[in-house]
């Protein structure tokens, strides 16, 4: 499990699919803690129009066996910046590639996405109803108010 990308210059994938997402041994194995990943700037294209759709993504996992390496995972995120994909295809299949591939005991994955055409789409996903020993903060970010 040496990973791929920590302490290498590497580029920016072509695309999500190219992206290859590292995992390490889990340092604490057996314990019941969160992991919380933002993403305040994620970036994808309308797959209709070609525009940049712009969201807010709050990524939480309960490990398993291992943990995702921040670095691939920024560049795994970065690969969706030329990805035309719906709001709803990108937030879900992030969750579900980070599950499929790290196994983790639960993950959940909130897309707030900003809006185009004046309506802001809200994504979320989870793997299953999380553990009942998890403490489980909010995830902390505010329903869009526009200019309030």
Known sequence: M?????GQNSPLPASPREAVLDYVPNPRPGQTYLVRFTQPEFTSLCPVTGQPDFAHLVLDYVPGETIVESKSLKLFLGAFRNHAAFHEDCTVGIG???YEEMRPR?????????????M????FWQSAAPPADLWLPDQGVAPYRGRG
Do not use: F, N
């Not at 040496?2 to 920590?6: D, G, I, N, R």
């Not at 993950?107 to 004046?118: A, H, M, S, V």
């Not at 802001?120 to 994504?123: G, K, R, S």
């Open 2 to 6: 040496t990973p791929m990308h920590l």
């Open 96 to 98: 579900q590639r980070l």
């Open 106 to 118: 639960w993950l959940r994955i909130g897309g707030y996405w900003y809006p185009r055409g004046g």
């Open 120 to 123: 802001p789409i809200d994504v």
